[in-house]
């Protein structure tokens, strides 16, 4: 039997990783690789990326910023979140404030710290990123438009830095990203849909509060219709391989979902529409492994040679 001290430890250790979300960060950690292997440097050998020690710095640097991100976030949100997620909440306040604000700042002095080491540009993007974080989190999030288009851009903010490392500009990177940033967009309009209530009660002026959940759904339902212009640009002009059957597949889902979006009422139906898009993203992510499939099956090979 574990002690009460232990389950204490143990019950803190678990609320620490609620609040910093660390299964959203362990999908954007295997998201940048796979970025990494198959749209953002094809032409290098896949072990060659994963063993890049520049790469990894790269990456753990984001994972600790997106951490810090999270942390203060959850630090500006405890009101709000009471009301939208009070059983979520109750398991965060687990951790005091003021400890997570010791974790907030020692994980972005590290985070900057570690990647000037692969250049000083990597610093002052990193620098850059960790700031809107916070802004975001301070001021932005309140406001509609200007909240949900930050929110979506710092989820794909992390990729450019990977980006700006291998320095391989093309299309069709950009339109991969311009695919994610509409689904992300979608995905933050129908969360402020889905905390309304806790908005209201917080003075956030959300687009849903400020505009109305129709306008929100009509608004929706042109960035679905949208979507389809990275698609087609992909499928038609990229090489893309078999993950055209991931984008067929999501066009179809987008349909169905944007249908349901305008019988949805409640905050049940709302959260039913968030989990699906968090699942259409997340099988986007396992999905790059498509565009060439034999890279795994050779790097398979070259494993077991070793």
């Not at 959203?24 to 440097?41: E, G, K, P, R, T």
């Not at 063993?51 to 009101?79: H, M, V």
């Not at 604000?101 to 990597?122: E, G, I, K, P, W």
């Not at 968090?278 to 790059?288: D, E, H, M, P």
Request: charged share 15%.
């Amino acid at each position: 039997m574990l002690s009460r001290k232990t389950k204490l430890i143990l019950m803190k250790i678990f609320s620490f990783f609620s609040v910093i979300r660390g299964y959203n960060i362990f999908v954007i950690v295997v998201a940048q690789y796979l970025a990494s292997i198959f749209i953002l440097a094809p032409e290098k050998r896949a072990l060659d990326v994963l063993l890049d020690p520049q790469l990894f710095l790269i990456i753990f640097c984001s994972t600790l910023a997106i951490a810090s991100g999270y942390i203060i976030n959850n630090f500006y949100d405890k009101e709000k979140d009471l009301i939208n997620r009070p059983k979520k909440t109750m398991l965060d306040r687990l951790v005091s404030q003021k400890t997570k604000l010791r974790v907030y700042f020692f994980l972005n002095f590290v985070s900057v710290c570690l990647v000037t080491v692969v250049s000083l540009h990597a610093g002052l993007f990193f620098s850059f990123y960790i700031f809107l974080l916070w802004f975001y989190s301070h001021k932005l999030k309140r406001y509609p438009i200007i909240g949900n288009l930050t929110a979506s851009f710092l989820v794909i903010l992390p990729f450019f830095g990977i980006l700006m490392y291998f320095q391989n500009y093309y299309e069709a990177i950009f339109l991969h990203a311009l695919f994610l940033y509409l689904i992300v967009l979608i995905r933050e309009i129908v969360k402020d849909m889905e905390n309304i209530k806790g908005d209201l009660a917080n003075g956030y002026q959300t687009f849903p509060v400020r505009f109305g959940e129709n306008t929100a759904k009509r608004v929706i339902t042109y960035l679905v219709i949208l979507t389809v212009i990275p698609v087609y640009f992909l499928i038609e002009e990229h090489h893309v391989g078999y993950m055209s059957i991931y984008f067929y597949f999501s066009l179809i889902i987008l349909l169905f979902f944007t249908f349901k979006l305008w019988k949805s009422q409640t905050i049940f139906q709302y959260h039913q529409l968030h989990i699906s898009l968090k699942l259409l993203i997340l099988l986007g992510v396992f999905s790059i492994v498509l565009i060439n499939p034999s890279v795994v099956i050779n790097g398979k090979q070259l494993f077991n040679g070793l």
